[in-house]
DNA sequence: CATACACATTCCCAATTGGAATACCAATAA
DNA sequence: TTATTGGTATTCCAATTGGGAATGTGTATG
């Protein structure tokens, strides 16, 4: 027996003072409202309706008990049905984790026309270069290079950057600036670990294994130990734009086709997706598309 | 399936963050929770659970569901409780209706003394001389002279009254006060219609068809028509003392084992009676017991 | 007194439920 | 990589439950 469908029963029938009317009423046998509502009085231990041979009416206790069966079902349905609504619109909090350079210089202004496009969203970005568990830390959405699949993720494409190869000043000069790609073996490189095999990289589509003296799958902690003379490493042009301005990087292999790094927005895979993070997907991915093609 | 079950059930799991976990706590199969949590999952229309292999965690609906749920469970299981224990404690309000004579002049000290012994109980006293409907008027207990059984009603007796049997002095004077019962014949009669018949007294446990001149369902108005002098009535003493005192009513048959009037106390038949009301009843009913030893 | 009306009960069949075993999936260990 | 483990989902079947129709019971009504 659904204890629910019971208090609901129950609700009617105080209301219509009638077990047969509410069966009508409901399309459902007068046998069976009997049935129910003797199965609630039961499991509940007291009786609420006084029966009659013409019409019923409700007990003290089924009297107090309606007034709150009243105040529960009016909750728990709105309750359900706002969160029914968070499937078809974009509202609730969203929580997004990205590495920092990538969400400084990449997500601040998709998530500013995003919010103003949809208001009732707020939206919390953790800032994060380690690989975050979205379940532990409660992240709607993570931003990563790498397509690693976690345990029941989902991912989506958002761009492919082209990398962009640089080295310091100070170590090309001690070790001269390559003319070509194909020089590459002679270099001292700085890889990401997360690429698979890391120690591989192409230029013009062609394989070259490089000499790895150091790797990380933090990218900050790359760009650090190029800008720190080790050797020459690999990012997208946008983390390390500021260090070439600054003049404490140096673009290298400027003119060869590149391995692109592609990033992914990774969700969680649930039967019933709420809409916002569909949607802010959605978003992103349109929104990086559109930005490509200028 | 019991959507309270499961929304038990979803609390449960909440807590300890397992199906199997839950499953063994509560003695049923893990399928069996993996089923109804599905089930409700489906008829919300949302997840509650992100699964991983390992564990289980709850979605951002799942968290707003389950403050929500918490909260109402809560709530109606307080209200169960309390209206439950109604049944085996002398709480909340007693609606008692008797009639006005014996409201106030047999009443109020039984009630003074059950409200000392019982003060989580209130008890509301409505006067009415008519026979009042227990369900429309929403009576607990009602007070009668009659044992006229309406619908589903029981009733148990308080006491037994012996009848005192008065007339005007007027009346009296005019028509000759009777010396023996043997002379009631002779009289005019006021009788009260719910006795049945209404028309025949007994003296000495004999029978007398009396000549009826006018009969009511009232005790008032069958006490007023006898100091207008209509005839000779019956009523137990206690209604009519101040009357007699008062020299406006004069006692006859002084020296007659007389018919004797039963008061009971009529209440709903319910499955689940409130201890209150039993216990009134029981109350009163001892309390008259004793008193007619004095 | 017969009738009508309303709730309770019974009987029976279809639908649902729950348990046990199994499938499945991912994290961990080897 | 592979095997193992710890967890959820699914499948299958027996048992229970639930609903409808008919019937029973008790009470107003005319």
């Given amino acids: 027996?659904?204890?629910?469908?019971?208090?609901?029963?129950?609700?009617?029938?105080?209301?219509?003072?009638?077990?047969?009317?509410?069966?009508?009423?409901?399309?459902?046998?007068?046998?069976?409202?009997?049935?129910?509502?003797a199965w609630l009085e039961n499991s509940l231990g007291f009786t609420l309706f006084h029966r009659t041979s013409r019409k019923v009416s409700l007990t003290s206790a089924g009297k107090q008990y309606l007034k709150?069966?009243?105040?529960?079902?009016?909750?728990?349905?709105?309750?359900?049905?706002?969160?029914?609504n968070e499937l078809s619109q974009v509202v609730g909090?969203?929580?997004?984790?990205?590495?920092?350079?990538?969400?400084?210089?990449?997500?601040a202004i998709p998530i500013r026309d995003f919010i103003n496009l949809n208001p009732k969203v707020s939206i919390n970005v953790s800032v994060n270069d380690k690989q975050v568990n979205l379940y532990n830390d409660d992240i709607d959405i993570a931003i990563r290079a790498s397509n690693l699949k976690d345990s029941g993720l989902k991912a989506k494409k958002?761009?492919?950057?082209?990398?962009?190869?640089?080295?310091?000043?100070?170590?090309?000069?001690?070790?001269?600036?390559?003319?070509?790609?194909?020089?590459?073996?002679?270099?001292?490189?700085?890889?990401?670990?997360?690429?698979?095999?890391?120690?591989?990289?192409?230029?013009?589509?062609?394989?070259?294994?490089?000499?790895?003296?150091?790797?990380?799958?933090?990218?900050?902690?790359?760009?650090?130990?190029?800008?720190?003379?080790?050797?020459?490493?690999?990012?997208?042009?946008?983390?390390?734009?500021?260090?070439?301005?600054?003049?404490?990087?140096?673009?290298?292999?400027?003119?060869?086709?590149?391995?692109s790094l592609p990033m992914y927005a990774v969700y969680k895979n649930e039967d019933y997706l709420p809409f916002r993070i569909r949607a802010f997907i959605d978003f992103l991915a349109s929104y990086f598309e559109s930005e490509k093609l200028k």
């Fill in 93 to 107: 909090e969203l929580k997004i984790s990205a590495p920092s350079a990538f969400a400084t210089q990449r997500l």
């Fill in 158 to 259: 958002l761009l492919d950057h082209e990398l962009c190869y640089f080295a310091s000043p100070d170590y090309l000069k001690q070790n001269g600036t390559p003319i070509s790609h194909k020089e590459i073996a002679h270099y001292h490189c700085i890889t990401y670990s997360l690429s698979n095999p890391s120690n591989v990289w192409y230029f013009n589509k062609e394989k070259y294994t490089v000499r790895e003296i150091f790797s990380s799958d933090s990218p900050e902690m790359i760009v650090n130990m190029a800008i720190l003379g080790l050797g020459i490493a690999a990012m997208p042009k946008w983390m390390v734009q500021k260090h070439i301005d600054k003049n404490e990087l140096i673009e290298v292999f400027e003119n060869v086709e590149k391995h």
């Fill in 1 to 37: 027996m659904d204890k629910f469908e019971c208090i609901k029963l129950f609700n009617q029938i105080a209301r219509l003072g009638s077990f047969t009317a509410t069966a009508n009423e409901l399309n459902m046998s007068q046998g069976a409202v009997s049935k129910k509502i």
């Fill in 68 to 84: 709150q069966c009243h105040e529960l079902i009016e909750k728990i349905t709105i309750t359900e049905q706002r969160l029914k």
